[in-house]
Structures are given as structure tokens and as C-alpha cells.
């Protein structure tokens, strides 16, 4: 079962902000944000306001970040020793790496999860 974050939509659209993407489809932006929230209202609210702040456009199934400045992964990516369970995949992980976002630490992720959410593979 996954931890819910005290504000998802907060934290929903800072994660958008920070992707290296120059187009996601639909589907493989819903794939990050589910590694904020299930909820498929949650998600709706994440991807207006998003939209809405100018952090992404949509045209039909694409999504375009408007990138204003990529995760820093010396400085707002931190790795834990653990037992921890990858928010994306749900793989058991030894190490987790957390994004520093203002709106809250956001992981625990696997290795090749967090290339991915972010942007970087």
C-alpha cells in the first residue's frame, strides 16, 4: 500500500515541472504521476493545473513540458539505505532515491525508476 502525500496535486505538478521531456504521450505522463496518486480525480486536477500554471501543453494525447529548470540530481536527488518498495514499479530496493521538491520528498524509486520518471532515460 502507498503512503498518500499530503498534497498530491502540489506535489503532482512540481514533478511535472522538473521533466526532461521534450514530448510524453497521455499515457506515459499518467505513469509519473501514478507515482503520486491513483486516483484518477487527483490526476484530472494535476494535469489542469499544470496546464493551467503553463507547466505543460496537451494536444490531444501528447503532452509538452514547458521545462523551466531539470532535477538537480547532486543536489535535490537523495539516496537512502534501506528496505524500500519503488513507487513506480513496486520492486524491493536497497537503496531509494527521493526527489526534493517543495511540495515534499517524493520516492522512494529504484535506480532505473527515477531515470525514468524524471526524464533522464
Known sequence: MREEVEDPVALGVQLLERLEHEELSLAEV???????TTDPATTREILDTAEARGIIDREDATVRPNRSSFLSFEAEVVTKEGEFTCRRCGASISTGYFMKLDAGEHGPFGSSCIRKVTGRE
Open 30 to 36: 499518467i505513469d509519473r504521476i501514478e507515482t503520486v
